[in-house]
């Protein structure tokens, strides 16, 4: 993976503000995360270098049902999420549309 540019670094902190938002408050994201309160914070401030170490990410994400700061670190990987339940989906590889051909 290349170096993380401050572009993109300013995006992850975005990204993990949202989630933070979307949880409620700092205090209620943090005792979700089992973090400080002080800890939270920082994940929240533009201006701090600190990122929201994974585990905290996806138990965020498991309170609010959406994968803000994976979609990102997807992208930053070049991928996409796709959910798993949406229509055409499985048709998303060259095999699975191959399957569909054959079965009709």
Known sequence: MAEISSQWFYRLKAAQRD???RCGTIERAAAIASLSKSQMGRFNNAGDPELMPLSAVLLLEAECG???VTSVMAELNGRRLA???APGAANAT???AH???VVQ
Do not use: Q, Y
């Open 19 to 21: 989630l933070i938002e």
């Open 66 to 68: 959406t994968p803000l």
């Open 83 to 85: 959910d798993a339940d």
């Open 94 to 96: 060259m095999m699975a």
């Open 99 to 101: 399957a569909d051909v």
